[in-house]
C-alpha cells in the first residue's frame, strides 16, 4: 500500500535553532500535502496546505515565517521550523494526497522538543 | 506494534440508511480515539474523541462513536444518513506521543 514516510521520528534541539521535517511519499505522487500539529490530549490542529510548485496556505494563526513550508516536487514536502523556541514543542504529523486516486496517507510524526 | 484498521476500505449507503464504519485499533493501554472526516477538497474535521469516561461518545452532524474496550473498538455510527456526508472517514488513535491513523473509509451516499 501507499506509503508515506516522514522524517525525522523524533528531534530534540536548542531554542533558537531550526529544524526541518520531511515528508515523502515513497510509492506515489502527491500533489496536495498538509501539515498538522498537535498538543497532548488535543486534536490534531490543520497548520497549512502545500501544493507542489506554489507557495503553501496557511491557516490562520499559523505564522508563516515561523513554519516554513516548501513543496519543491510530487512527492517531498517539508517543514521548517524556524528559530525554534519551547512552544513549538509539539507532535507535528504530514499527510499526502495520491494524485492517481485523491486518497490520503499519513505520515508516523515527528515529536519535537525544543529545549 | 501499535496499529489501527479500518477493514471497509469504501461503503455504499442509502440517503436516509443508517451508517457504522469500524475501526479497531493494536495498543496497550487505553489510547486517545478519534474520528475525523476529510470531504472533497477540504482538510480533516474533527467528528468527535474519546480520552475517558462515557463510552458512548457524541460527535457533530449526528454522529456517534462507542469505545468497547473488550473488543479495541470504537465504531462510528449514525442513525440516518445525509447526501452531504459522503466523504473519507479516518479512525485515529493517539498515545503519548505518536499518532496513528487508519486507513480510511470512502462514504458513498445514494439518493
Given amino acids: 500500500g501507499a506509503v508515506v ?5 523524533w528531534v530534540i534541539c536548542k531554542s533558537g535553532t531550526s529544524v526541518k521535517i520531511e515528508c515523502r511519499s515513497l510509492d506515489f505522487q502527491a500533489t496536495t500535502m498538509f501539515w498538522y500539529r498537535q498538543f497532548p490530549k488535543q486534536s490534531l490542529m ?3 496546505t502545500s ?6 496556505t496557511y491557516e490562520q494563526g499559523v505564522e508563516k515565517d515561523k ?11 517539508t ?3 524556524t528559530s525554534a523556541h519551547p512552544e513549538d514543542s509539539s507532535f507535528y504529523i504530514c499527510s499526502a494526497r495520491s494524485v492517481n486516486d485523491e486518497k490520503l496517507f499519513f505520515g508516523s510524526g515527528t515529536q519535537l522538543s525544543v529545549l | 506494534a501499535q496499529s489501527v484498521t479500518q477493514p471497509d476500505i469504501h461503503i455504499t449507503v442509502s440517503e436516509g440508511a443508517s451508517l457504522e464504519l469500524r475501526c479497531n485499533y493494536s495498543y496497550g493501554a487505553t489510547p486517545y ?5 476529510q470531504s472533497p477538497g477540504q482538510g480533516l474535521q474533527l467528528l468527535l474523541k474519546y480520552f475517558s469516561g462515557d463510552t458512548l461518545v457524541q460527535g457533530i452532524k449526528g454522529f456517534e462513536a462507542e469505545f468497547k ?6 465504531n462510528l455510527r449514525k442513525p440516518s444518513v445525509h447526501w452531504s456526508d459522503a466523504a473519507e472517514y479516518f479512525c485515529a488513535v493517539g498515545t503519548g506521543n505518536q ?3 487508519g486507513t480510511g473509509t470512502s462514504l458513498t451516499v445514494i439518493p
Fill in chain 1, 46 to 48: 490543520l497548520m497549512a
Fill in chain 2, 99 to 101: 499518532f496513528y491513523f
Fill in chain 2, 69 to 74: 474496550r473488550s473488543q479495541s473498538s470504537f
Fill in chain 1, 5 to 9: 514516510s516522514q522524517h525525522p521520528s
Fill in chain 2, 33 to 37: 480515539l478519534f474520528w475525523y472526516v
Fill in chain 1, 79 to 81: 517543514l521548517t521550523v
Fill in chain 1, 51 to 56: 501544493n507542489e510548485g506554489s507557495k503553501a
Fill in chain 1, 67 to 77: 513554519f516554513l513550508i516548501n513543496h519543491a516536487s510530487l512527492t517531498l514536502s
